[in-house]
């Protein structure tokens, strides 16, 4: 049975029905693959999956990424299949859940590291009562909108991507311990600011409130007023697509075009659970500081602590 794909929003979002992920004919893969670069954001709704079974259908689109042990996230992988992780407020041994608050800004996923993935993907396990939504926003948008003045003074700037620059909930409550052991496993990252998609030909702006700390070869202070005007930019309402999730839910999006927000819209004490998988790209970035790139590099091949 072919796939009907239903625009979900102006900017960006299909809902795709007819499709079981759990045997997908290459033709139905194809069609999928086609919506999503079409769309950037798919929802596939009423999915019943294992967790491997969900990990298979990610893995589709490209190798999955493994998280480093160094990340302390070591619990909310499944032994299973260690590019699948869990992300909840649920609390593990009455610690609160390290993934509580993921994703509580505009980002597109880990553009920190020179190797970012290209896609993520989300399985919807539990719901609070209402909220718990997730915001994407159109990053062709972002840029085709712009003036062809600053398009042409973007396209040839980079920007760093910092993972420590966030300072959000989750990173203020990393110990010294911890925030060394980040800075020197996930050192800044130069990314381009307009990124040019494999697939597509488009370009994207690839800047983000979360990470983004200032352009390669200036200052934070020289950066942020556009910086700023581009964070507001880029995240528009008619960029926009606003998704209410159902229990089974599968959401894939775009990181190359697509920036997401996880809205803390919902009460904390009731348990919102998500397996997410993420699949690799080509590599775009490179460390900003040459001697921590090889001091990481080199940690890299050290057996996994
Ligand atoms: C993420 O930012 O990867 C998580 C998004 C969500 O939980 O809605």
Redesign the pocket.
């Known amino acids: 049975m072919p796939i009907e794909v239903h625009r979900l929003a102006h900017g960006l979002g299909a809902e795709v029905l007819g499709a079981d992920l759990s045997r997908l004919e290459p033709a139905t893969l194809e069609a999928i693959h086609a919506a999503w670069m079409q769309h950037l954001v798919l929802v596939f709704p009423g999915q019943q999956l294992t967790n491997l079974e969900f990990a298979a259908f990610s893995e589709r689109f490209g190798a999955l990424e493994v998280l480093g042990s160094y990340q302390g996230l070591d619990e909310y992988v499944d032994p299973a299949c260690r590019g699948l992780m869990t992300?909840t407020n649920r609390e593990i041994a009455n610690e609160p859940s390290r993934t509580r608050a993921?994703?509580r800004k505009w980002?597109a996923?880990r553009s920190f590291v020179p190797q970012a993935p290209i896609g993520?993907f989300?399985y919807c396990r539990e719901l609070p009562d209402v909220g718990g939504d997730?915001m994407f926003a159109n990053q062709y948008l972002a840029y085709e909108t712009l003036s062809e003045g600053l398009r042409a003074a973007l396209d040839p700037l980079w920007a760093v991507h910092d993972v420590l620059g966030r300072h959000d909930s989750l990173v203020k409550a990393l110990s010294p311990e911890q925030v060394a052991i980040k800075r020197r496993m996930d050192p800044p990252t130069a990314q381009p600011v307009v990124r040019v998609h494999e697939v597509t030909g488009r370009r994207a702006l690839y800047v983000s409130e979360a990470v983004t700390t200032r352009f390669v070869d200036m200052t934070e202070d020289e950066s942020r007023p556009l910086l700023r005007f581009l964070f507001q930019h880029s995240v528009q309402p008619t960029f926009t697509y606003r998704h209410r999730w159902h229990v089974d839910d599968v959401v894939m999006w775009d990181n190359r075009c697509a920036m997401?927000l996880?809205l803390a819209d919902f009460d904390p004490r009731q348990i919102r659970t998500?397996l997410?998988t993420s699949v690799v790209g080509p590599v775009t970035g490179h460390f900003v500081d040459a001697a921590a790139g090889a001091a990481r590099e080199a940690a890299n091949e050290l057996p996994a602590a």
């Open positions: 992300v993921v994703g980002h996923d993520t989300l997730t997401h996880a998500m997410r």
